[in-house]
């Protein structure tokens, strides 16, 4: 079992409708330690792949994508859910449904913030039925940008989002991939994912 798996197991609140509550530490309060360690593995996983940008949804995706953009050394840009008065900024619209929320959103964002010429890395907190993925892809694209890879902390793999981006061609990467959950029971199973191999490293000698 991996640290996210662990970390699920011991502070995730199963709630009924099928939502994994991960206030604790992900969607409310934010343990650092934890995003250090989903940004570090994601980088591991997309290792060899150029990225220039990453792209995430406000709120909960942002911390996550700001710790991996470090480790890249580049931008994080995050598609706002609503307008504020203070934007005139041309934009690119994309239109998801909220898990959530359970409404359409209008999602966007400003042309000076995605071109053409841009590598992007997707990254977000979960990924469920794959609207809000799919939204930030038609961003992108709409930028004529490239999407490199979807990273993900928690998929949840009994929805269709992670099959529909695979089947699509995405690369996606999910730390956690969840294959069933209980709110009765407060029961998780995840899904076997290939061992993480280890590294070669040098240690240091008197
Ligand atoms: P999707 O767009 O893939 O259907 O849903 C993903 C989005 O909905 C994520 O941005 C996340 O904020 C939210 N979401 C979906 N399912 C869950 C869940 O079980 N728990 C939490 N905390 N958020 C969820």
Not at 7 to 12: A, E, R
Not at 37 to 51: D, M, P, S
Not at 130 to 142: F, P, R, T
Not at 154 to 169: D, P
């Amino acid at each position: 079992m991996n640290f996210l798996e662990e970390k699920i197991l011991t502070d995730g609140v199963i709630k009924q409708g099928n939502i994994l509550k991960v206030d604790s530490f992900l969607n409310h309060q934010i343990d650092i330690d934890i995003m250090r360690q989903i940004a570090y593995e994601l980088k591991r996983r997309f290792r060899g792949v150029e990225v220039n940008k990453v792209l995430t949804i406000e709120a909960s995706g942002i911390a996550i994508a700001t710790m991996l953009a470090d480790l890249y050394d580049v931008p994080v840009v995050f598609a706002k859910k609503s307008e504020t008065a203070n934007s005139t900024d041309d934009k690119y619209v994309a239109l998801a449904y909220s898990f959530t929320h359970k409404k359409m959103n209008n999602v966007f964002v400003s042309r000076p913030y995605l071109h053409a010429t841009d590598k992007v890395l997707i990254v977000d907190d979960f990924l469920a039925d794959g609207q809000a993925v799919h939204a930030l892809i038609d961003l992108v694209h709409q930028a004529g940008g490239e999407v490199v890879g979807v990273g993900i902390a928690v998929e949840k793999g009994q929805q269709k989002g992670g099959r529909i981006l695979r089947e699509e061609g995405q690369h996606v990467e999910s730390i956690a991939i969840i294959d069933s959950m209980d709110w009765e029971t407060q029961t998780v199973c995840f899904r076997e994912q290939p061992r993480r191999k280890l590294e070669h490293v040098q240690l240091k000698t008197e």
